[in-house]
């Protein structure tokens, strides 16, 4: 029989129960449910004596009861509630005779005004459906599913527990609390489970930063094997530890025992829904796996009343329960003796005296509490219709009979009490009651007794105690459910196409800083980024110091030849009159000396800190000492390779070899110099700071230059004129090389030149070599320098150290010679070279002479 016999009352509640598991292959029901079943059940009917024994309650009012078994299987509830409507179907009986020809008395079926139940989301989904149709109001102790707060197709169902999107806002908010950002999903095939799972997403889409790696779902009937694949589906994306599990008892104790076989113990860390809650029957003989999972359950209490009702059942005052025998052999592990059945030899006989939570453990069911406050909520809403429509009446009256459903669907919509557990309970405009959580957290170590422990709430926002909380091994460290790590200071995230929570950490290269967690943006042209380049700095400033090892080197050559100079100058000064001080030519030795100490002097400005008359001077006398020597050098060349060609055509000597002469030709020539005050005038000197000259790949080694605004083209063109003088002054002295040295300063110019060329020619190499160095500045300061110093040395040393050394150590030799004709000289000269060229055929006249014979051995 699918229900009770009639338990009798003035108003009959319907009752829906999973007193049984589902059934195997072709069977509709299986194993009895002590829990979920009898428990709640048995809820129902002490809530049902508690109702009609209360005199302020119902007063003259009894409630009966029909009570039926879904088998924890939606179709055969449905079949089975179709009972609940057969009042309401009116019958075709008039092709109905009896034998006596007279029309049969039909027993009209009793009316159910109410349903109480059911428990699955699924069951209650399709029982739903057709109460609707008949307007039976329904209350559900247990359903969860968000589409049931659907008003529109389910205008008639009400529930007294929070529905899954409450849950699913919880468990997002545990979730976030912990720091995960990427968690798997995993969900019982059925109402329940996927619009549990899908609230998640949808919930978790919209507060963001929380990502779903992959999303599973188990089958009805799983196949052998499908939970390993599960479990093996879940590593692939191993970051993602934490798994958001809405599934059924069964279904959570296959996954733990997968993972268990899988030797993954410790690995996943589960956040289980209320139908995994605070129960044992899901982790017995797992506990290890289950360590650390959190779990959630609607806020509730243990009902005192209750179990003292339940344990004082036995068979002999419980017989309106037809299903309490199975229960109690199934509880005490015993057989009942039945008429025409064979008692199993390996059970014991079953004697009555047994006793609940005596000689079996015993712990209420968690939602007893909620099944009590159903029924309580359908005997406030008829209370408060009776109060209404039949105002001092006793017992019920003729506008409550029939009970209309719509109109008891409103009362029952605006109840407001405190339930059995002291809290209020009420519904929205859905049916919906409010969401109230306990989150529970199953431990292991550092406690007495493994089990629950209640480490926080929520109702509407989420109190969680971080400090209760404990992992595999006693661990207070919360595990990482991540993607990805968080980036270093200095590196930018690259997200992962698709998926927001994963990206790959690229560090800022180069010259570039952290401008925010997602962009590098390269630092302003005079800075550079911090060590953990999340800002900028300033670049240092650095300039040529006098105590680098690029500046001792010029400085000590530059203090050398200025005292050379000097001590030249000073020796020239006291010996004017002397004739070695006026056959080289006073007036022009004093300019070509003065330009030699301006070259020494440049040494001074190039180091020195750069600065607006510095970088003046560097202009003006960088080009100028050297046109002032090379200039001077140029006429004295010129006037000798003068003198002694026309000394070859006649006997008068060449225009302008005077000393006058000599100082206006050397004037004019070093005049074209300043041309550089015109580039005065166009770009006034200034200093600058090159940032890009020191900007290695490493921005530690990078530094701003302080110099002059002189590039080193600017500085070339400066330099130009003096080169070409250098170069014309060459070519005179290769001219001139033929003139016999007893008469001029032919050789000792030539042999300056070419020393100068030479020095000029590895200058130019190893100053543009360099462009692209660090040390540029310094290389190419360095170079110049030593290269001007060096021409200005040769000059000073070949054409004047020796006129000094005969002036000091060889005074006897610096006496007036016989003065002679300019035609004697020209044509001593001239019998000079012919004499030289002859001696030049002679030697090598012998020395053929010498080779013929070895050719004829």
């Given amino acids: 029989e699918p229900f009770f016999r009639r338990i009798p009352g003035d108003i009959t509640l319907g009752g829906l129960f999973p007193i049984h598991a589902r059934g195997p292959h072709g069977l509709p029901c299986g194993e009895i449910k002590k829990e979920k079943g009898i428990h709640r059940m048995e809820a129902m009917l002490y809530a049902l004596d508690q109702i009609n024994s209360d005199p302020e309650l119902l007063p003259n009012i009894t409630l009966g009861a029909r009570i039926l078994d879904t088998c924890s299987r939606d179709t055969y509830a449905l079949e089975q509630s179709l009972t609940f409507v057969q009042a309401l179907i009116q019958k075709d009986t008039s092709d109905i005779r009896c034998s006596n020809g007279e029309p049969p008395i039909i027993r009209k079926p009793e009316r159910v005004i109410g349903v109480i139940g059911a428990s699955a989301s699924s069951v209650s989904i399709m029982v739903a459906n057709v109460l609707r149709l008949f307007e039976i109001p329904q209350i559900s102790y247990a359903s969860t599913a968000p589409e049931l707060s659907d008003n529109n197709r389910y205008d008639f169902f009400s529930r007294v527990v929070p529905p899954d999107s409450y849950q699913a806002q919880a468990m997002v908010d545990i979730v976030k609390a912990m720091g995960w950002n990427y968690v798997s999903t995993l969900a019982s095939e059925g109402s329940y489970g996927e619009s549990g799972v899908d609230s998640f997403q949808q919930i978790s889409r919209e507060a963001g930063g929380l990502c779903i790696a992959q999303s599973l779902k188990i089958p009805r009937e799983p196949k052998p094997g499908e939970f390993d694949k599960i479990i093996k589906r879940l590593m692939e994306t191993s970051n993602a530890r934490g798994v958001i599990i809405f599934a059924n008892e069964d279904d959570i104790k296959r996954v733990l025992e997968a993972a268990k076989r899988a030797n993954l113990t410790g690995h996943f860390l589960f956040v289980g829904s209320d139908s995994w809650g605070a129960k044992s029957s899901p982790i017995l003989d797992q506990e290890d796996v289950a360590e650390g999972a959190v779990t959630i359950l609607p806020k509730r209490a243990s009902i005192e009343g209750f179990d003292q009702y339940f344990t004082s059942r036995s068979l002999e005052n419980n017989r309106r329960n037809i299903w309490f025998a199975e229960f109690w052999e199934d509880d005490f592990r015993c057989k009942l003796t039945r008429p025409g059945i064979k008692i199993d030899s390996e059970k014991k006989k079953c004697t009555g005296e047994e006793r609940i939570n005596r000689d079996t453990a015993y712990e209420q069911e968690g939602k007893v509490q909620f099944v009590i406050d159903a029924v309580y909520a359908m005997a406030h809403a008829l209370h408060s219709m009776h109060l209404d429509l039949c105002p001092g009446a006793m017992g019920v009256c003729d506008k409550m009979d029939p009970v209309e459903g719509r109109l008891l669907l409103n009362y029952i919509r605006s109840v407001n009490f405190n339930g059995s557990a002291g809290t ?55 595990p990482d459910s991540v993607c990805s790590f968080p980036c270093n200071p200095g590196e930018r995230k690259k997200m992962v196409k698709g998926v927001p929570c994963c990206w790959h950490c690229e560090l800022c290269d180069g010259y570039q800083y952290q401008q925010d967690e997602m962009t590098c943006e390269t630092c302003p042209f005079n800075m550079r980024p911090t060590p953990n380049r999340t800002s900028c700095r300033s670049t240092p400033i650095i300039k040529l110091e006098w105590h680098s090892p690029w500046a001792i080197i010029p400085v000590f050559l530059a203090i050398l030849g200025i005292l050379a100079t000097s001590f030249v100058v000073i020796t020239f000064i006291r010996f004017n009159d002397t004739p070695i001080v006026r056959a080289s030519g006073r007036e022009l030795s004093y300019v070509l000396l003065t330009g030699i100490f301006l070259i020494y002097l440049i040494t001074f400005l190039m180091i020195a800190e750069p600065g607006a008359v510095v970088c003046a001077f560097r202009r003006l006398l960088l080009g100028l000492g050297m046109a002032i020597t090379y200039s001077a050098m140029l006429t004295k060349t010129n006037r000798i390779y003068r003198i002694f060609e026309q000394g070859k055509k006649s006997v008068s000597p060449p225009k302008f070899i005077s000393p006058t002469s000599q100082l206006a030709i050397t004037f004019i020539l070093m005049s074209v110099q300043v041309r550089v005050f015109v580039w005065f005038a166009v770009i006034p000197p200034h200093t600058i700071i090159d940032y890009e000259e020191q900007r290695p790949p490493n921005p530690e080694m990078a530094r701003g230059v302080l110099k002059c605004d002189m590039s080193d083209l600017s500085l070339i063109c400066c330099l130009s004129y003096s080169i070409v003088l250098m170069v014309t002054c060459t070519v005179y002295a290769v001219k001139s090389r033929g003139v016999p040295e007893t008469f001029n300063e032919a050789k000792p110019i030539g042999f300056t030149m070419y020393t100068t060329c030479i020095v000029w020619l590895a200058f130019v190499p190893i100053f543009f070599g360099t462009a692209q160095s660090t040390e540029k500045m310094f290389i190419q300061t360095t170079t110049l320098t030593v290269s001007m110093s060096l021409s200005a040395s040769v000059s000073l040393g070949m054409l004047y150290i020796p006129k000094v050394y005969v002036i000091i150590f060889h005074p006897e030799q610096n006496v007036q010679k016989r003065k002679r004709s300019f035609k004697a000289v020209v044509q001593a000269a001239t019998m000079s070279t012919r004499l030289s060229q002859k001696s030049n055929d002679k030697q090598n006249g012998e020395t053929q002479n010498k080779i013929e014979p070895d050719r004829t051995q």
């Fill in 424 to 478: 209020g309970v009420l519904f929205n405009e859905n049916g919906d009651a409010p969401g109230r959580y306990d989150i529970f957290q199953y431990q292991m170590s550092n406690t007495t007794i493994p089990g629950y422990r209640v480490i926080g709430q929520w109702t509407n926002n989420l109190r969680l105690n971080m400090e209760e909380m404990q992992w595999s091994g006693g661990d207070r460290q919360i």
